[in-house]
């Protein structure tokens, strides 16, 4: 959308709609469907005391995509994920991201509710003149540097289509709001007096180092491996040697329609029929006893059924649509005989699972060279551990006694790689674990080893810093005044989030309702 606002008029509008057609999509009947009869009345959660209905944290959600699209400036980042990262506490066990409802973090609409209770308290709250003077700020407004009106207009038009005139005030209301509490909480607050000074000696000294390093291969040369400890850690392992488990599944894919050549009115139109032939569809394979093919062909969908296969083994078409195979492995047919809409690239994807291969034992004889690797990979990484830490005590001892590192080097009979001049900001670049040589130099003294040996790409090395110089920088007093603000606002970052938790801990907020269904709805 921010693109098309310096070139063209089809994305807004077809950005603005998806907002909203996403926004309710699956919620009237699949939602309800699935979480026995909560809908748009029922009390989603509870903020310091008030009950708020789905319906009301929905238009929250929405504030997040709006505020996204107009690239609504934060403290630290954009204003939208600064919210989410106030009180991050709800993810997504399984991905690993956000809990997701209506399309934004869940803790997004969470910690609005707490900002905006904090900005009444303190009696913040930004003029109808003020909301207009950021609206024509923002980037997206903007043609080489200058305000276009033109661009606003258009954008505007396009978004009170689907927003009220309310709603996008009070989104940038929220925007000033939450930089002005920033400033009267934490705004005042700076680092202790010479950190900056030493997080840049930390950072900027000139190193020299050098490595030592200890090829796994070498070590694996001189493992020998028997056929009886083969068979005992076959015994003692069995139950981790199975065949995968497979499965079978008839597919439907309702592919989105092409939009390419279409004008933007055309568009709009198109992916909101769309929208609804997907929830109707959705809301008749609610029962469990339909048959998914037949509704699908019915729909135009296209149906596929696809024998069994393992998580690791996916089929051609559909290898590269990780959210559906993980859905299809962790579906449960029991409880869930045709699935949830799961977003494919050629649209929204259901399945049913028509049939399960249990895993099964394996034999000794097809698993035995996995085994033999496994065992000689333990062992020679055990001989290689081993060897580098007693190279280390027995340089330490040398050096300690006179010698020096190139020296003691020599009389253990190792060779030293002595690297390239580098520092912790400025590692080696010709080396793959040059980052982490850089992070190991930087917290060790001069003539002594890393505390710790650093993984290679074939190995580990021993790491040793000959000697650390900071040397005299031109940009050094202006690289100091960076640091020192960056301190500044970390500082301010902590002080704000440890304000901002005593203020969600006094919200006492009730979530179980919003959490059951916004899980259900990412199963």
Same mark, same amino acid.
């Given at each position: 959308m921010l693109e098309f606002l310096r070139r063209q008029s089809k994305p807004i509008m077809i950005a603005v709609a998806a907002i909203i057609i996403i926004a309710f999509t699956f919620w009237s009947g699949t939602g309800k469907g699935r979480t026995g009869g909560i809908g748009h009345d029922s009390t989603a959660l509870t903020v310091h005391g008030r009950d708020y209905t789905f319906m009301e944290f929905s238009r929250l959600q929405r504030a997040f995509q709006l505020a996204s699209e107009l690239g609504l400036p934060g403290v630290t980042e954009a204003f939208a994920t600064d919210v989410v990262g106030l009180h991050y506490e709800h993810g997504n066990t399984n991905t690993r991201r956000p809990l997701m409802f209506d399309k934004a973090p869940v803790d997004f609409g969470i910690n609005l509710l707490v900002l905006r209770r904090a900005l009444d308290q303190y009696g913040i709250h930004a003029s109808d003149a003020e909301v207009q003077q950021a609206f024509q700020k923002l980037p997206a407004f903007s043609s080489n540097g200058q305000y276009n009106p033109e661009l606003a207009r258009q954008a505007e038009d396009y978004i009170r289509r689907e927003f009220s005139q309310e709603e996008l005030y009070q989104v940038i209301r929220d925007s000033l709001g939450l930089q002005r509490l920033h400033q009267i909480v934490a705004g005042n607050v700076v680092s202790g007096p010479g950190i900056a000074d030493? $997080?840049?000696?930390?950072? #900027?000294?000139? %190193?020299? /180092? /050098?490595? %030592?390093?200890?090829?796994?291969?070498? #070590?694996?040369?001189?493992?020998? %491996?028997?056929?009886?400890? %083969?068979?005992?850690? #076959?015994?003692?392992?069995?139950?981790? $040697?199975?065949?995968?488990?497979? @499965?079978?599944?008839?597919?439907?894919? +309702?592919?989105?329609?092409?939009?390419? /050549? +279409?004008? &933007?009115?055309?568009?709009?139109?198109?992916?909101?029929?769309?929208?609804? @032939?997907?929830?109707? #569809? /959705?809301?008749?394979?609610?029962?469990?006893?339909?048959?998914? &093919?037949?509704e699908a062909t019915a729909a135009k969908g296209e149906v596929r059924q696809i024998a069994a296969f393992a998580l690791s083994a996916p089929p051609e078409e559909i290898k590269s649509e990780t959210n559906l195979l993980m859905a299809i492995f962790r579906n449960d047919p029991k409880l869930t005989p045709i699935s949830d809409p799961v977003q494919t690239a050629k649209g929204y994807a259901f399945f049913q699972v028509t049939a399960v291969e249990e895993p099964k034992p394996q034999e000794l004889k097809d698993v035995k060279d996995k085994i033999r690797d496994v065992l000689v990979h333990q062992r020679a990484t055990e001989a290689m551990t081993k060897a580098a830490n007693e190279a280390r005590a027995k340089l330490e001892a040398a050096i300690k006694g006179g010698k020096s590192f190139a020296d003691a080097a020599k009389e253990a009979g190792l060779a030293p790689q002595v690297l390239a001049e580098f520092s912790a900001a400025n590692p080696p670049t010709d080396l793959s674990i040059g980052y982490a040589i850089a992070r190991g130099a930087q917290f060790t003294a001069p003539g002594t080893f890393a505390k710790e040996l650093l993984d290679s790409e074939n190995g580990v090395l021993l790491l040793f810093v000959l000697s650390k110089e900071l040397r005299k920088s031109p940009e050094g007093a202006s690289t100091k005044t960076m640091i020192a603000n960056s301190l500044d606002r970390m500082a301010q970052q902590d002080i704000f989030r440890s304000w901002f938790e005593e203020q969600h801990r006094n919200a006492h907020i009730k979530v179980d309702t919003l959490l059951q269904v916004a899980v259900d709805k990412e199963r």
């Open positions: 030493r $997080y840049y000696a930390a950072g #900027f000294s000139t %190193i020299k /180092a /050098a490595t %030592i390093p200890f090829p796994l291969e070498d #070590f694996k040369k001189k493992v020998e %491996i028997s056929e009886d400890d %083969i068979k005992k850690y #076959f015994e003692e392992n069995k139950d981790g $040697y199975k065949t995968e488990e497979k @499965r079978a599944v008839t597919l439907v894919v +309702m592919p989105k329609p092409d939009t390419a /050549a +279409m004008n &933007a009115e055309s568009t709009v139109k198109a992916q909101h029929e769309y929208q609804e @032939r997907v929830q109707k #569809f /959705a809301e008749k394979v609610l029962d469990p006893k339909v048959n998914l &093919a037949a």
